[in-house]
């Protein structure tokens, strides 16, 4: 079956009991409605939560008021509470603040990535929570479909990939980009798949990106940067790959980082934005092709 004959969730009839969905794209992105993550879940709202979480990777929940423990409680139906590398002395390790501001040294999550994979054990989840929006606008955040970005190669390329490994380095954004100082011993470092599966939805991944990877180990250090300099374009700049969340205050996004990749929109200077960000781990990471 090809790539274009392959069904989106919507022609499935992917449809909930306990809420109801719009679509950003036939196949990455959903609006969630009528749910109030500030109030427990009943058993069945979780489960069409998770089957739409696996329908669509990307879910959007809008007039949202949470406090840290509804958020991290939310976030725990998911996994256990992530703590970032640049994070840990934090009052709350577990609550990233996402705050850019006129004279911020960086802004966090602005290039394509998924969320730590430099970890032993990468967050399978992120859940966002926006609430303050920039005056001007913007903001927004484009998300990348990693199940299409590996239908859309080539057999052969599908089957070249199938089996490297590829290295995660935290120094490329957290000293690279973030001029941060690295803790003793470094930042996290770590080999995943190139082509992992997905636990979930068994479906493959392209599992390397432009944020984290540092090099493919099999291969001569040239081969590595012209294979993931390749990878790296054609997930930024195939649209068809791509949907954007376009952030109102008081909005959670929710997104698996095993099946997207995303990248924040810094069109905004010099206004601010705010929101604070929980990530969950399961047992472990994306397990490679077998
Ligand atoms: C992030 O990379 O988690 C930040 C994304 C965003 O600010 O929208």
Same mark, same amino acid.
């Given at each position: 079956? +090809? /790539? #274009?004959?392959?069904s989106r969730p919507a022609e499935r009839g992917a449809a909930y009991g306990s809420f109801d969905v719009t679509s950003l794209t036939p196949h990455l992105g959903a609006e969630v409605e009528g749910l109030d993550l500030a109030r427990p879940l009943t058993a069945e709202q979780l489960s069409d939560v998770r089957q739409a979480f696996a329908d669509w990777s990307v !879910? /959007? *929940? =809008? @007039?949202?008021?949470?406090? =840290?423990?509804?958020?991290?409680? *939310? &976030?725990r139906h998911f996994g256990s509470?992530?703590?970032?590398? !640049? @994070?840990?002395?934090? &009052? #709350?390790? +577990?609550v990233l603040a996402i705050e850019t501001k006129k004279d911020s040294?960086? /802004? =966090?999550? @602005?290039?394509?990535?998924? #969320?730590v994979t430099c970890d032993a054990i990468p967050p399978l989840a992120s859940a966002l929570y926006i609430t303050e929006t920039p005056e001007c606008g913007g903001g927004d955040t484009l998300f990348a479909d990693m199940y299409l970005a590996y239908d859309l190669l080539s057999p052969a390329m599908q089957t070249f990939l199938e089996g490297l490994t590829a290295v995660h380095d935290g120094g490329i954004p957290y000293v690279g980009s973030y001029k941060s100082t690295p803790p003793e011993g470094g930042y996290p470092r770590n080999e995943h798949p190139v082509v992992a599966v997905h636990p979930v939805t068994g479906k493959k991944i392209l599992y390397v990106n432009s944020g984290f990877t540092s090099h493919i180990q099999e291969l001569e250090p040239w081969e590595s940067r012209a294979?993931? #300099?390749? !990878? *790296?374009?054609h997930i930024a700049t195939m649209p =068809?790959?791509?949907c954007r969340v376009q952030w109102r205050p008081n909005t959670l996004t929710l997104w698996d980082n095993r099946c997207t990749q995303h990248h924040v929109v810094w069109d905004y200077y010099p206004y601010s934005r705010y929101g604070e960000r929980v990530s969950v781990i399961g047992d472990a990471a994306p397990a490679g092709v077998t």
């Open positions: 079956m +090809s /790539v #274009d004959e392959q !879910l /959007v *929940f =809008r @007039n949202q008021h949470l406090d =840290r423990t509804a958020h991290k409680g *939310f &976030a509470l992530h703590v970032h590398p !640049l @994070n840990a002395s934090q &009052a #709350d390790p +577990s040294p960086y /802004v =966090r999550g @602005n290039a394509w990535h998924t #969320d294979v993931l #300099d390749a !990878l *790296f374009a =068809r790959l791509h």
